[in-house]
């Protein structure tokens, strides 16, 4: 058990949808990454937040956006779904932005029909 | 941008062979990080590599830092089914390899 957990596990929506994600970091961790993977394909970051600011971002669509709460949970937004949306959503945590391992949830299947 | 270039792809061997995969980049970096992902599961860290011409193990798992800080090599000496899965090689969190899909046939 890593320790991150993300919600909901699996998403079934329509195309026009707006769904959001939620990735609870492994306590203690302050840093929180969102990740992309589609089938059979690497995974590839999207945006990272440290201690409630973005840190960095990776190639995110602008129909996606993502914030990190005070508690230090994370909600990654997609909006107007369509189809080549359909992935697997990674969160990940760390102890801190750089020279630390990445601990992973299990991610969150979304399927846009 | 940055390029992690992962290989082989995929590979199919025989339970007990050993295995090498390798990570390229034209960029240095300061870290090389492989994980592991078994399927439907989220990437498990194998093992963390901080310091140029760094050999560590983990079990059977052996990973290098190259010394020019633009590649890194993971070895799996005398595989077994349960080391089926997707190998990543990582730096700086962001940037992922391609991955190598391992197969272990009994």
């Known amino acids: 058990d890593s320790g991150v957990t993300q919600t909901p596990k699996h998403l079934i929506t329509a195309t026009g949808q707006r769904v959001t994600l939620r990735c609870s970091p492994r306590?203690?961790?302050?840093?929180v990454y969102w990740y992309q993977q589609s089938l059979d394909q690497g995974l590839q970051f999207l945006i990272q937040?440290?201690?409630?600011?973005?840190?960095a971002k990776g190639n995110i669509l602008e129909r996606f956006s993502a914030q990190q709460f005070p508690d230090l949970h994370s909600e990654l937004n997609l909006s107007s779904l369509e189809l080549g949306d359909s992935a697997l959503y990674f969160c990940?945590?760390?102890?801190?932005?750089?020279?630390?391992?990445?601990?992973f949830g299990n991610g969150t299947r979304l399927t846009v029909t | 941008g940055q390029q992690l270039n992962q290989s082989p792809q995929s590979m199919f061997i025989q339970e007990g062979e050993d295995v090498s995969m390798n990570c390229t980049s034209s960029s240095i970096f300061n870290t090389w990080l492989w994980y592991k992902q078994d399927p439907g599961e989220g990437p498990v860290l194998l093992i963390a590599?901080?310091?140029?011409?760094e050999l560590t193990s983990n079990g059977r798992l052996t990973a290098q830092f190259g010394i020019t800080r633009k590649d890194s090599f993971l070895n799996i000496s005398a595989s077994i089914p349960s080391d089926v899965g997707i190998y990543f090689c990582?730096?700086?969190?962001?940037?992922f390899g391609t991955g190598t899909r391992l197969q272990v046939f009994p």
């Open positions: 990940a945590s760390s102890v801190a932005p750089r020279d630390s391992p990445l601990h």
């Open positions: 937040y440290y201690n409630g600011e973005e840190r």
């Open positions: 990582n730096t700086d969190k962001l940037i």
């Open positions: 590599l901080y310091k140029a011409g």
């Open positions: 306590s203690g961790d302050l840093s």
